[in-house]
Antibody
Framework: EVQLLESGGDLLQPGGSLRLSCAAS????????MSWVRQAPGKGLEWVST????????FYADSVRGRFTISRDNSKNTLYLQMNSLRAEDTALYHC???????????????WGQGTLVTVSS | DIQVTQSPSTLSASVGDRVTITCRAS??????LAWYQQKPGKAPNLLIY???RLHTGVPSRFSGSGSGTEFTLTISSLQPDDFATYYC??????????FGQGTKLEIK
């Protein structure tokens, strides 16, 4: 069964840092681009970042560029999101998601994790 | 960046109704658009990709159409399980995959 399991969410103060993880199983992790998508409480979906299967190509939303870094460890089948200089507006449930097509870096997301909650508040 | 506008933001309908949700893009997506369904407290589920292709396991009452800048998601006969929030997502550009604002489908 294809599964994505996020972890690492926490409550922290503005300006803080946090690293989220997403453990993948049930599919050849290396061959798929992966993304992070967040959802603030009561709000819609917001794409955050995407990384290619080999980890050599990355993209970011304007709202997080320069503060967040996406990475992956293909030997551990794990996706990461390093979040620095956190702001109140980064408060959200963070989902990792798998792209539908192998070797593609721009496609629909066919598998989603349940998310990990990040709360930024003083 | 490509922007998409979904309409309506809220839709009230009854079981058995046919409903349509629209997604308009700021520039041509060709056919690179997906639709998702999300229920409260759950992760989104992919319904449609490439504007009109039904994802595995999705009931045939769901259909998608459109190309260029205007796309629609249609549910032919609403079932109780379909009351949820729906999002469109363009993916013609790898540098941006912004979602539409969402359409909440409510029971009338």
């Amino acid at each position: 069964e294809v599964q994505l399991l996020e972890s690492g969410g926490d409550l922290l103060q503005p300006g803080g840092s946090l690293r989220l993880s997403c453990a993948a199983s049930g599919f050849p992790f290396t061959t798929y681009a992966m993304s992070w998508v967040r959802q603030a409480p009561g709000k819609g979906l917001e794409w955050v970042s995407t990384i290619s299967g080999r980890g050599d190509i990355t993209f970011y939303a304007d709202s997080v560029r320069g503060r967040f870094t996406i990475s992956r460890d293909n030997s551990k089948n794990t996706l990461y999101l390093q979040m620095n200089s956190l702001r109140a507006e980064d408060t959200a449930l963070y989902h990792c998601a798998k792209e539908r097509v192998v070797q593609s870096i721009a496609d629909a997301f066919d598998v989603w994790g349940q998310g990990t909650l990040v709360t930024v508040s003083s | 960046d490509i922007q998409v506008t979904q309409s309506p933001s809220t839709l009230s309908a009854s079981v058995g109704d046919r409903v349509t949700i629209t997604c308009r893009a700021s520039q041509s997506l060709r056919g690179w658009l997906a639709w998702y369904q999300q229920k409260p407290g759950k992760a989104p589920n992919l319904l449609i990709y490439e504007a009109s292709r039904l994802h595995t396991g999705v009931p045939s009452r769901f259909s998608g159409s459109g190309s260029g800048t205007e796309f629609t998601l249609t549910i032919s006969s609403l079932q109780p399980d379909d009351f949820a929030t729906y999002y469109c997502q363009p993916y013609s550009s790898e540098s941006s995959c912004s979602f539409g604002q969402g359409t909440k489908l409510e029971i009338k």
